[in-house]
């Protein structure tokens, strides 16, 4: 089968952690994976972006597959469950809007710019290295909060990928529940209009 365009989608998926490595302003990049699947959802595209653009699942897949690193055992019944996937979705949430409360207080003056990225919502490390400091420091904190939730999903879908099968981080990956609100709620109101 020849391939597509978007099937090299997992480049720029490399590419954003490695640029964000060495210059933490590239982690604003990351918000075109909200906004893009989240649009195309909205606008009656359905699960499209998570089933054929998104470069991560497409990265778990090439390292999970061909690269044989996944055990390519069954994902838990726990990771498709509702209350799992609404209640890590929540989580997420919650972690979103403590880093964007976060930027608003270094924008203020009440808080001064951390230079760490927090691994796992825990394990804060040192990220001085990739700090452009001719930068309004709101601008940095939320690059540093924005790497850190992209990074801590990479991980965790890397340990799911490790153990179950490579696109196992697709089963409660936050974006892919949202997405599938919106084709949900488009459904109901489809279905109210006949």
């Excluded at 009440?110 to 040192?126: G, I, K, Q, Y």
Aim: charged share 10%; with cysteine.
């Amino acid at each position: 089968m020849k391939k597509k365009w978007y099937d090299y989608l997992w480049i720029v998926s490399v590419l954003y952690l490695i640029l964000g490595f060495f210059n933490i302003l590239f982690a604003w990049l990351g918000l075109l994976c909200f906004f893009i699947p989240l649009g195309i959802s909205a606008l009656g595209g359905g699960k499209l972006y998570c089933n054929k653009f998104c470069g991560r699942g497409q990265l778990f897949e090439l390292l999970g597959n061909r690269l044989g690193l996944s055990l390519k055992r069954t994902c838990p019944s726990i990771l498709y469950s509702k209350w799992f996937r609404y209640g890590f979705l929540a989580f997420f949430l919650i972690m979103f809007f403590n880093m964007l409360i976060v930027t608003y207080l270094v924008w203020s003056g009440a808080h001064e710019l951390s230079r760490t990225v927090t691994l796992l919502w825990t394990f804060r490390l040192p990220w001085h290295f990739a700090y452009p400091a001719a930068v309004t420091p709101w601008i940095a904190q939320f690059a540093f909060g924005f790497y850190s939730v992209m990074l801590t999903s990479t991980v965790l879908g890397l340990v799911t990928m490790a153990f179950f099968q490579p696109r196992s981080w697709c089963v409660y990956c936050p974006m892919g529940t949202m997405t599938q609100l919106i084709c949900k709620q488009k459904n109901k109101k489809s279905c109210r209009s006949v």
